[in-house]
């Protein structure tokens, strides 16, 4: 199953670049797997939820020119999206509230 999340942000740099360089993300249950391009458009950051039990991937994209953050879900196996969504979301509104607009969330 695949869940997207899209923010929509305020300008400024990139909030990819952002969560890939806060030093607090291992404490809210991510770990970064792999980036390409770091601060170069376009680029993208795969983390993924070490929590024990939740078995997510997440893939971000950030698009400078609308400034939207772009995030695709990724579950497998017995995983629950919501756990990992929760988190991630969790994590976005404690560390970076003050850049977003609008959060939307759809899946597939």
């Not at 400024?12 to 970064?32: H, P, T």
């Not at 893939?59 to 999206?81: D, E, F, H, K, M």
Request: hydrophobic share 35%.
């Amino acid at each position: 199953m695949q869940t997207v999340i899209q923010l929509a942000c305020t300008k400024g740099n990139s909030l990819r670049d952002a969560i890939a360089n806060d030093a607090r993300l291992e404490a809210y249950g991510f770990k970064i797997l792999r980036e390409k391009k770091l601060g170069r458009s376009p680029g993208w950051t795969k983390v993924r939820s070490n929590v024990s039990g939740r078995r997510g991937t997440i893939n971000i994209q950030w698009s400078a020119s609308t400034q939207y953050l772009t995030c695709r879900v990724i579950n497998r196996g017995a995983g629950r999206p919501s756990q990992v969504i929760g988190d991630f979301i969790n994590f976005i509104l404690e560390r970076h509230k003050k850049r977003l607009k609008l959060i939307t969330i759809w899946s597939d």
